[in-house]
């Protein structure tokens, strides 16, 4: 939250509103129905602790391929094309939110987020034609969320699986908060769209 501020006196302000009104922080609100609050990270566990909460603790609607509304995961490119596969990834849905406002003009700076998991992961790299594979959200994540169901069932710690965004890319999805170490920040990437579907990307 630092940008967001000019001093430290303003950022110990804003961390105490963020206490209270965030899922993953105060115990008087809410969680997703899926999510046992025993298992939510403490600053003890260091940077980057309440950003994995968050992805367990904010959900989608309709959920995403890998997670339905009532628990989140957390997300990630990996292997050798692992930058380059995040960017397509996020580019791509935060045109599709452009797309449903039919405004394609943003700039957004994106720091990367580096982590270590503890496996291992169901290895999906060499599926193909699978039902949760398929780009539409409608049926890929209806069929990706009853497969990690299963998975989560068999005890399984999440999923390696090609990314549908970047040739040759793979995305990867830890079902559980502890899986996620050594968070640590990495590049800043500026994705602009001035009125094209394909943003322009630069490294800041």
């Known amino acids: 939250m630092a940008p967001l501020v000019d001093d430290d006196d303003d950022l110990g302000f804003l961390a105490e509103i963020e206490r209270k009104t965030s899922l993953r922080q105060n115990e008087d609100l809410p969680l997703p129905p899926d999510v046992d609050r025993r298992e939510l990270l403490t600053d003890a566990s260091g940077y980057g602790w309440s950003l994995i909460n968050a992805a367990f603790c904010y959900t ?44 394609f003009e943003n700039t957004t700076d994106y720091r990367e987020l580096v982590a ?33 169901k299963e998975l989560r069932a068999a005890g399984a710690n999440g999923v ?39 943003p322009a990307i630069a490294k800041v």
């Open 116 to 148: 270590s998991f503890i496996g291992p992961f169901a290895d999906l790299r060499d599926t193909t034609g699978e039902a949760w594979l398929d780009p539409d959200p409608a049926v890929g994540h209806l069929a990706g969320q009853l497969l990690a």
């Open 60 to 103: 989608r609607p309709a959920g995403n391929r890998f997670n339905d509304e009532k628990r989140g995961a957390w997300y990630a490119a990996w292997g050798e094309h692992a930058a380059d596969t995040a960017i397509a990834e996020v580019s791509f849905h935060l045109a599709r939110e452009l797309g449903n406002v039919g405004v």
């Open 160 to 198: 390696v699986y090609p990314s549908l965004r970047y040739a040759g890319g793979f995305c990867l999805a830890a079902f559980r908060t502890n899986l996620i170490q050594n968070v640590r920040q990495g590049s800043t990437w500026r994705l602009t769209w001035d009125g094209d579907l394909t």
